[in-house]
C-alpha cells in the first residue's frame, strides 16, 4: 500500500507567481489535511477536507491560498502571488476516518 | 485551541544511552501521535497513542491521558534517531486538526 504521495517534492518559484501543489492521500483514505513548516518552526494546521468538501479551513491564510479535494484526482492546495514568506515545507496528510494521520515527504517551496 | 508543551527542546545523547522525552497537553485530546522528523526533512510516524502503552522495538509511548501528557522512551539510541521528535494531538471538538508541539532535537553521537 503506497504512502501519501506528494509532488512535486521541490518547488522554485518567483514572487508574484503562483504555486500549486498536489497530494494523492493513501488508497482508502478519504480524509486529507494540509500543514504548513516555516523554517525553524514546528508544523501549523491550514485545511482539512474531504471529498469535494472544506471541512475546516481555519488555519488557511485569508488571502491567496485555496485547496480543493475533487471527487477524482489529488487534493491541490494553491497558492497565488507567491512572496517570501510563503517559502516553506507543506505536508499533505491522510486518514481513514478522525483518527490516526499519516504524512506524505512535503513539497519545499522556495520563494525568489 | 490546546496548547502542545515538549521538553527537553534539546537532547544530546551518546550512542547507546536511553532517553524518556514528555509532552504535555493543555486539554484532554482525542487523538495524540508522536513523529520523527529525520535530517532530511521526513515526518516518520511513530505512535498513535490516545491512552495506553505501546511498544515497537527500541521505542515505546505511554499516555496518561487524565493528566494530560504522554512520554516517549527511546532505549540503546543509535545515531539514526537523530533528529526532531514532534508529538502532536487534537480535541473532539476541534475537529481533526493537529496541533504540534514545537519538538526536541535529538543528537545522538558514535
Same mark, same amino acid.
Given at each position: ?21 498536489? !497530494?494523492?492521500?493513501?488508497?482508502? @483514505?478519504? @480524509?486529507? *489535511? ?17 471529498? %469535494? ?34 517559502? $516553506?515545507? *507543506? ?5 481513514? $476516518?478522525?483518527? %490516526? ?12 | 485551541?490546546?496548547?502542545? %508543551? ?8 551518546? #550512542? ?6 514528555? !509532552? ?11 513523529? @520523527? ?10 505512535? *498513535? ?17 487524565? #493528566? ?16 526532531? *521528535?514532534? !508529538?502532536?494531538? !487534537? ?20
Amino acid at each position: 500500500n503506497a504512502g501519501v504521495m506528494q509532488n512535486p517534492r521541490h518547488l522554485v518559484r518567483r514572487r508574484g507567481q503562483e504555486a500549486r501543489l498536489r !497530494c494523492s492521500p493513501m488508497k482508502g @483514505h478519504s @480524509h486529507v *489535511y494540509w500543514y504548513r513548516q516555516l523554517p525553524e518552526e514546528g508544523l501549523k494546521f491550514m485545511v482539512y477536507l474531504q471529498k %469535494e468538501n472544506i471541512i475546516d479551513e481555519s488555519g488557511m491564510p485569508k488571502e491567496r491560498f485555496s485547496a480543493e479535494f475533487p471527487k477524482e484526482g489529488p487534493s491541490i492546495l494553491r497558492i497565488q502571488q507567491v512572496v517570501r514568506g510563503d517559502s $516553506a515545507a *507543506y505536508f499533505c496528510a491522510s486518514s481513514p $476516518a478522525r483518527s %490516526e494521520q499519516y504524512f506524505g515527504p512535503g513539497t519545499r517551496l522556495t520563494v525568489t | 485551541g490546546i496548547q502542545v %508543551e515538549q521538553s527537553p527542546p534539546d537532547l544530546i545523547l551518546q #550512542e547507546g544511552a536511553n532517553s524518556t522525552l514528555r !509532552c504535555n497537553f493543555s486539554d484532554s485530546v482525542n487523538n495524540l501521535q508522536w513523529f @520523527h522528523q529525520n535530517p532530511w526533512g521526513q515526518l516518520i510516524n511513530l505512535f *498513535y497513542i490516545p491512552s495506553g502503552t505501546k511498544q515497537n522495538g527500541r521505542l515505546s509511548a505511554t499516555t496518561v491521558a487524565t #493528566e494530560r501528557y504522554s512520554l516517549l522512551y527511546i532505549s540503546s539510541s543509535q545515531t539514526t534517531d537523530s533528529g526532531v *521528535y514532534f !508529538c502532536a494531538g !487534537c480535541r473532539e471538538t476541534s475537529g481533526s486538526r493537529l496541533t504540534f508541539g514545537e519538538g526536541t532535537q535529538l543528537t545522538v553521537n558514535p
